[in-house]
């Protein structure tokens, strides 16, 4: 992929930095899609276009114009909270708003996509005790995807990734956590950090392994499939507490709203995906051609250790 151009969307959020920063330190020309400029390495030659995704005849003219051989789309409403106040926002950006992307990309017709669903997507009729606008905008999202990969002659792919961690300014359990901590280190005051419960399990993956992964999928994927991007990993918050508390200089006060022992919780399966490689969702245990050869490559204890120097560098 050296050389190759690409556009990112949602260039100045969590992953879009890290993506865009990889991928241009890789050598590829890369093209940020921004709601508004932000502040890249000025080492990197990444050129940066101020775009609204839902201004669908001025973004068909900056695609145009950028006229990349692949597409990382990222851009979208990630918050669920936002979704419950706002869900005709949320379906607007996470669905309309990747069809206006796929239709700039349609007159490019060896473009190559991947969409950035979420594994939080739930199909409206589903009677899920999480269900949320978010969910739901996530899920048309795919299907619109799907649809265009079907409808049109596009090379459109999917990815579901896992809670993401790192450094970087990202509204994330572990970023909430590592912010708290660097603040606890200096002194201030500060009240207990609350938790919701013990056995609320998650697969955590570092954004730099999720980007390593996308670049393997713009480059190898088949079209119209859905794959999952996870650790293979899932952790309880009571044990994400302890690895942040275990690196932190200073006792970190911790509370749980749900006070019940971890261990009197009823066991559950810890491992989403023994192999560690990039699942396909539509045919699951069908291997994939070893020539992808991704794997995650920071440990949990490392993408902490990164988040922690984040944040008190930030605290300085």
């Given at each position: 992929?050296?050389?190759?151009?690409?556009?990112?969307?949602?260039?100045?959020?969590?992953?879009?930095?890290?993506?865009?920063?990889?991928?241009?330190?890789?050598?590829?020309?890369?093209?940020?899609?921004?709601?508004?400029?932000?502040?890249?390495?000025?080492?990197?030659?990444?050129?940066?276009?101020?775009?609204?995704?839902?201004?669908?005849?001025?973004?068909?003219?900056?695609?145009?114009?950028?006229?990349?051989?692949?597409?990382?789309?990222?851009?979208?409403?990630?918050?669920?909270?936002?979704?419950?106040?706002?869900?005709?926002?949320?379906?607007?950006?996470?669905?309309?708003?990747?069809?206006?992307?796929?239709?700039?990309?349609?007159?490019?017709?060896?473009?190559?996509?991947?969409?950035?669903?979420?594994?939080?997507?739930?199909?409206?009729?589903?009677?899920?005790?999480?269900?949320?606008?978010?969910?739901?905008?996530?899920?048309?999202?795919?299907?619109?995807?799907?649809?265009?990969?079907?409808?049109?002659?596009?090379?459109?792919m999917m990815a579901e990734p896992?809670?993401?961690?790192?450094?970087?300014?990202?509204?994330?359990?572990?970023?909430?956590?590592?912010?708290?901590?660097?603040?606890?280190?200096?002194?201030?005051?500060?009240?207990?950090?609350?938790?919701?419960?013990?056995?609320?399990?998650?697969?955590?993956?570092?954004v730099r392994d999720a980007v390593?992964?996308?670049?393997?999928?713009?480059?190898?994927?088949?079209?119209?499939?859905i794959y999952r991007v996870e650790?293979?990993?899932?952790?309880?918050?009571?044990?994400?507490?302890?690895?942040?508390?275990?690196?932190?200089?200073?006792?970190?006060?911790?509370?749980?709203?749900?006070?019940?022992?971890?261990?009197?919780?009823?066991?559950?399966?810890?491992?989403?995906?023994?192999?560690?490689?990039?699942?396909?969702?539509?045919?699951?245990?069908?291997?994939?051609?070893?020539?992808?050869?991704?794997?995650?490559?920071?440990?949990?204890?490392?993408?902490?250790?990164?988040?922690?120097?984040?944040?008190?560098?930030?605290?300085?």
């Open positions: 992929m050296k050389d190759a151009s690409i556009v990112v969307t949602g260039a100045s959020g969590f992953t879009g930095l890290h993506a865009c920063q990889t991928l241009a330190a890789l050598g590829m020309k890369v093209t940020a899609f921004v709601r508004r400029r932000v502040s890249f390495d000025p080492k990197l030659a990444i050129n940066q276009m101020e775009v609204d995704m839902l201004k669908p005849k001025a973004l068909r003219h900056f695609m145009q114009q950028a006229a990349p051989q692949y597409v990382l789309h990222l851009a979208g409403m990630n918050a669920v909270q936002q979704s419950w106040s706002a869900p005709a926002e949320a379906m607007h950006i996470n669905m309309l708003g990747t069809v206006h992307i796929l239709e700039s990309v349609r007159e490019l017709p060896h473009t190559r996509v991947l969409v950035i669903t979420s594994k939080l997507k739930s199909a409206p009729a589903a009677s899920s005790p999480n269900l949320h606008p978010y969910a739901i905008s996530k899920w048309f999202q795919e299907q619109a995807a799907l649809a265009w990969s079907q409808l049109y002659p596009m090379h459109i896992s809670n993401l961690i790192g450094p970087g300014p990202s509204t994330g359990i572990c970023a909430l956590l590592g912010n708290y901590v660097a603040r606890c280190e200096r002194g201030e005051h500060e009240q207990p950090f609350t938790f919701s419960s013990r056995a609320d399990w998650r697969d955590y993956l570092d390593a992964a996308y670049a393997h999928i713009l480059q190898n994927g088949a079209s119209s499939r650790s293979g990993r899932v952790r309880s918050l009571e044990e994400v507490s302890e690895v942040f508390q275990n690196m932190a200089v200073a006792r970190i006060p911790y509370q749980w709203k749900d006070t019940t022992p971890l261990a009197e919780f009823s066991s559950k399966s810890k491992s989403t995906n023994s192999s560690g490689k990039i699942n396909n969702d539509q045919q699951e245990g069908l291997p994939l051609p070893e020539s992808w050869g991704w794997k995650p490559e920071y440990s949990f204890t490392e993408s902490v250790a990164d988040i922690l120097k984040y944040f008190r560098q930030l605290r300085r």
